[in-house]
């Protein structure tokens, strides 16, 4: 079966989820969900109005792309004091604070839902937020300068879960207000890497600078973003154009990828179909297990998260009949393929299942 395709595009993420949501829940399930509704209302309004899309929800987290990044920032500013006004009205043990990620990056789209680096940095960078706060990636922080809306503190270089390279942080400090006077790109990024510039110079290397940019900010050619990285390597746009530039490398490796290579995106892509709407913990931890560093991990774990907040807030346990639903919508996903690392992928996670018998046949015996 051929691989569906993927979309790619480069867009700005928020990342949300309530801080210590569980130990609420188990406080008082019926009160910290009306808390939680009354949220809710007010972060989809704000999403709305800056033009966002929710792409998900699962529990207390939310997901939400923009085409600006301005646009996010302010809608994430604009959350977080609306929530502390309605937080202000509660007594203390009720309040529910939200903690706020954003990146900017390259994600891949599926079915209105999106995935990959971008969106776990993202995840991350909301699990260095303070309740109430927001931290945002240096390609973020450096698209804002010129803007001046908000005041960042540099949280340094952070090591975060399933990112092979340390992230830059920075905290959005809410209420603070900018310097009045503007803050040159430039002069900024060099100050902060201990370079001494000449001020008789600043103004015509800043022009040079924007000339550069200006001319090759739509481009769609690798060399030519990486001719301005080579020459303005610490630069405002520097981080804007290795993303553009990454992302122009990624599409052409997709499309020149090997049927290999697109069969097991296939597999993981069937998997995560058959887990992801089965309500079932085991099916999610499956998915997690076979796929640690997969393109659905963040989803998945949040899930499974929702599903383990609600178990423990109703004091039940999953109803065992979860196995064979599972293994019904697995089975279902598959068995018109017409894929052999598909019935494979089924035999690995029902080697005794139902249908295992016809998954040998589908592979053949030489395939075995």
């Known amino acids: 079966?051929?691989?569906?395709?993927?979309?790619?595009?480069?867009?700005?993420?928020?990342?949300?989820?309530?801080?210590?949501?569980?130990?609420?829940?188990?406080?008082?399930?019926?009160?910290?969900?009306?808390?939680?509704?009354?949220?809710?209302?007010?972060?989809?309004?704000?999403?709305?109005?800056?033009?966002?899309?929710?792409?998900?929800?699962?529990?207390?987290?939310?997901?939400a792309e923009f085409a600006s990044v301005l646009s996010v920032v302010n809608c994430a500013v604009q959350i977080q004091q609306v929530l502390a006004e309605e937080n202000a009205r509660l007594q203390e043990a009720q309040r529910l604070y939200l903690r706020i990620g954003i990146n900017v990056?390259?994600?891949?789209?599926?079915?209105?839902?999106?995935?990959?680096?971008?969106?776990?940095?993202?995840?991350?960078?909301?699990?260095?937020?303070?309740?109430g706060g927001i931290c945002v990636s240096r390609g973020v922080r450096d698209h804002l300068r010129k803007h001046r809306i908000v005041v960042f503190e540099d949280?340094?270089?952070?090591?975060?879960?399933?990112?092979?390279?340390?992230?830059?942080?920075?905290?959005?400090?809410i209420g603070e207000a900018p310097p009045e006077t503007p803050i040159d790109p430039v002069l900024e990024a060099s100050a902060e890497d201990g370079r001494a510039m000449a001020s008789s110079a600043i103004g015509e290397e800043v022009e040079v600078e924007l000339a550069f940019w200006d001319s090759?900010?739509?481009?769609?050619?690798?060399?030519?973003?990486?001719?301005?990285?080579?020459?303005?390597?610490?630069?405002?746009?520097?981080?804007?154009?290795?993303t553009r530039r990454d992302a122009l490398i990624a599409a052409e490796e997709s499309d020149t990828r090997p049927a290999k290579a697109e069969g097991a995106l296939a597999v993981e892509l069937a998997f995560w179909e058959a887990a992801k709407d089965?309500?079932?913990?085991?099916e999610l931890?499956?998915?997690?297990?076979?796929?640690?560093?997969?393109e659905f991990v963040e989803l998945a774990n949040a899930r499974l998260e929702s599903l383990r907040e609600t178990t423990t807030a109703t004091g039940g346990a999953a109803p065992d009949e979860e196995v064979t639903e599972g293994e019904l919508t697995f089975w279902n996903s598959i068995?018109?393929?017409?894929?052999?690392?598909?019935?494979?992928?089924?035999?690995?996670?029902?080697?005794?299942?139902?249908?295992?018998e016809l998954a040998r046949i589908n592979i053949g015996d030489e395939g075995l």
Request: charged share 30%; hydrophobic share 40%; aromatic share 8%.
């Open 1 to 63: 079966m051929e691989a569906p395709h993927l979309e790619r595009k480069l867009v700005a993420i928020l990342a949300a989820d309530v801080e210590g949501f569980s130990r609420h829940m188990e406080r008082d399930e019926a009160e910290t969900l009306a808390v939680l509704s009354r949220h809710r209302l007010i972060i989809d309004a704000s999403i709305n109005e800056y033009g966002g899309r929710i792409t998900s929800t699962a529990g207390d987290s939310v997901l």
């Open 105 to 131: 990056g390259d994600v891949m789209v599926k079915d209105g839902d999106i995935f990959g680096d971008g969106v776990n940095i993202a995840a991350r960078l909301e699990s260095l937020a303070e309740p």
């Open 155 to 173: 949280l340094g270089e952070q090591k975060v879960k399933n990112i092979a390279q340390a992230v830059r942080a920075f905290k959005v400090k």
């Open 216 to 242: 090759i900010k739509d481009s769609s050619s690798v060399a030519e973003l990486n001719a301005y990285l080579a020459r303005y390597p610490d630069g405002p746009f520097a981080v804007l154009a290795r």
């Open 278 to 282: 089965s309500g079932s913990r085991i």
């Open 285 to 294: 931890e499956a998915y997690l297990e076979r796929y640690p560093d997969g």
């Open 335 to 356: 068995k018109d393929s017409g894929n052999p690392e598909m019935f494979r992928a089924y035999l690995n996670r029902f080697p005794n299942g139902t249908y295992a």
